[in-house]
């Protein structure tokens, strides 16, 4: 009955705050990226 593994979750906090801070950093530029105006003649209708 060897099947529970101990998890040290100070051990793993690193690791989670660098997988949040890439998320955020990609988010941040998506929604930068979306936000932009479309490029094209500023008479397109």
């Known amino acids: 009955m060897d099947s529970f593994t101990y ?3 100070f051990e793993t906090k690193g ?3 660098l997988l ?3 998320f ?3 988010f941040v530029y ?6 932009k ?3 094209g003649r500023p008479d397109s209708r």
Request: aromatic fraction near 14%; glycine fraction near 0%; charge should be positive.
């Open 7 to 9: 998890v040290n979750i």
């Open 15 to 17: 690791l989670e705050y």
């Open 20 to 22: 949040l801070l890439s």
């Open 24 to 26: 955020w950093a990609l």
């Open 30 to 35: 998506l929604v930068r990226y979306l936000s």
């Open 37 to 39: 105006p479309p490029k």
